[in-house]
């Protein structure tokens, strides 16, 4: 008896797996799992390498020891222009969409408080916060192409006739049943079997599965519209101390925020003149994500020579807690008659909590006297370790442990001054979380810029660029045909920073 409830409750829990598997992927894990090089002007002009130097608002985000190189009281606040180009070739159709945005992305200040004794053995201390938009969500990719072999028909029967140990949905479900009531899973079925998709195989009310309604042989037009606007933007509370003149140890809260809408609307014309099959169906689907979650940071500089800087800081994995709301419709033409199905409702889901890697980053940096500093970070991040943390997710989970894997991240700036003038460049190379090196693709990125201080303040002007490759699938599961997409980034900074 024992065994035949164990064997039960092994078949509930993979069919609550197989549930969320469908309205969460490993590409959504992925996406909170990913950061972007945000910050100050004078961060992003030098490539975000800026782990053993500090003395920038920015830099506590990847040491938190960076704070306590600070002499003054000082606050920063910096504005973004945000430009994405996405160029997609779709079965050889290629298109293009670029988008624009602008931001406060960055706000934060610091506190110093020194000791007044000079031979104390903690010479200073300083309290700091900031808040930086760490990946802004604006962005919209556009493919479209002939697909030779395969139609929508298979993301709407993957549903309706189950997976494994799923089954198929009773054909008296999708006719009888009130769509707020179904699950995720069946609501799928119920928008491909109202929009006349697929047919059940039998008449009988005992059918569980179903063929396509549409036309055979391929040559199916297909296009997909996806716009996402949005935001994770992250608040760190910090502390950090100098320890004698050498030694520099700090630590953060941080606090994330996460508000991103995804809108996608997908187009076929399966080019059939037949009155008993799909001749065209649109489907759109909006899903707001919303949350948040908690990280945090260690760090220390050492100053191994007057000139020699070195550090190293750990960031733990973010613990993200989120929830859906979820609207979709469906338009589908069928005997040149168009139907509409619109259930005019907004599902929200059960909340869930994904779990994101945590970082190493090594720190070197030489200090030219007080005309020019060249410095190099290095970052370490298992993607593999990216997780739901929970059961019911043990089947992404195992998805995301064997497709992604260690990704190094290289970022070297350079800094050289003229009287009150500055001059930065940077560079910043991050390797794919994939493990086939082509779902996302490495990153390359350039930047630059210019700074001019008044004495008591600083603004600071700078320009990056960077470029990555993916596969981006129209959907998942079922149609997983991809669009290779070529992104480009082209970002404008200005910040203002005044010491007091």
């Known amino acids: 008896m024992k065994k035949y409830i164990l064997s039960a409750a092994m078949l509930l829990a993979a069919a609550g797996a197989y549930a969320q598997q469908d309205q969460n992927t490993a590409a959504d894990a992925v996406r909170f799992s990913i950061d972007n090089l945000t910050g100050t002007a004078r961060f992003r002009a030098m490539g975000g390498a800026f782990g053993a130097i500090g003395g920038d608002i920015s830099a506590m985000m990847i040491n938190p020891a960076g704070s306590a190189i600070f002499l003054y009281n000082t606050g920063t606040a910096s504005v973004s222009s945000y430009n994405v180009n996405n160029k997609a070739n779709y079965f050889g159709t290629q298109t293009k969409r670029n988008d624009n945005s602008f931001d406060l992305n960055q706000v934060g200040g610091v506190f110093v408080f020194n000791n007044s004794k000079e031979d104390a053995f903690m010479q200073k201390f300083t309290l700091g916060f900031d808040y930086e938009n760490t990946n802004s969500f604006d962005n919209s990719i556009y493919a479209a192409g002939i697909n030779p072999t395969n139609s929508i028909d298979r993301y709407f029967?993957?549903?309706?006739?189950?997976?494994?140990?799923?089954?198929?949905?009773?054909l008296s479900?999708?006719?009888?049943?009130?769509y707020e009531n179904l699950s995720y899973l069946d609501q799928q079925a119920y928008l491909g079997y109202n929009?006349?998709?697929?047919?059940?195989s039998t008449d009988d009310g005992t059918n569980t599965s179903y063929v396509s309604n549409v036309p055979q042989g391929g040559n199916y037009f297909q296009d997909s519209y996806n716009s996402t606007t949005g935001y994770n933007s992250k608040i760190a509370l910090n502390f950090a101390a100098q320890l004698k003149q050498r030694v520099f140890i700090g630590a953060n809260i941080n606090v994330h925020i996460t508000d991103l809408i995804n809108t996608t609307s997908f187009y076929e014309d399966t080019g059939n003149a037949a009155n008993d099959e799909l001749q065209s169906l649109q489907f759109d689907t909006e899903r707001y994500t919303y949350g948040g979650g908690v990280s945090f940071d260690v760090g220390a500089i050492v100053k191994a020579t007057e000139n020699l800087r070195v550090g190293l800081a750990y960031q733990t994995p973010t613990w993200l807690?989120?929830?859906d709301d979820i609207t979709q419709r469906v338009i589908s033409t069928n005997g040149g008659v168009t139907t509409y199905t619109d259930p005019g409702v907004t599902m929200t889901s059960d909340d869930y909590t994904i779990?994101?890697?945590?970082?190493?980053?090594?720190?070197?940096?030489?200090?030219?006297?007080?005309?020019?500093l060249l410095s190099v970070d290095y970052s370490i991040k298992d993607y593999s370790n990216t997780k739901y943390s929970s059961a019911r997710y043990s089947g992404l989970n195992t998805e995301?442990?064997?497709?992604?894997?260690?990704?190094?991240?290289?970022?070297?700036?350079?800094e050289y001054r003229i009287k009150a003038f500055s001059l930065r460049g940077g560079y910043r190379y991050v390797q794919s979380p994939y493990k086939n090196g082509t779902t996302i693709g490495d990153l390359t990125g350039y930047s630059g810029g210019v700074g001019y201080s008044f004495g008591g303040s600083r603004i600071d002007l700078a320009y990056s660029w960077y470029q990555r490759k993916?596969?981006?699938?129209?959907?998942?599961?079922?149609l997983t045909d991809a669009a290779r997409?070529?992104?480009t980034n082209n970002n404008i900074v200005l910040s203002y920073t005044l010491d007091l």
């Open 400 to 414: 995301l442990a064997n497709t992604l894997d260690v990704a190094g991240e290289l970022r070297v700036g350079g």
């Open 157 to 170: 029967l993957r549903y309706a006739n189950g997976l494994g140990s799923e089954g198929g949905i009773p």
């Open 321 to 323: 807690r989120l929830q």
């Open 195 to 200: 929009g006349f998709v697929f047919n059940p």
């Open 470 to 478: 993916s596969d981006v699938a129209l959907f998942t599961p079922g």
């Open 355 to 372: 779990k994101t890697p945590g970082k190493w980053t090594g720190s070197a940096a030489y200090v030219f006297g007080k005309n020019a």
């Open 173 to 178: 479900t999708l006719n009888n049943a009130n």
């Open 485 to 487: 997409v070529q992104t």
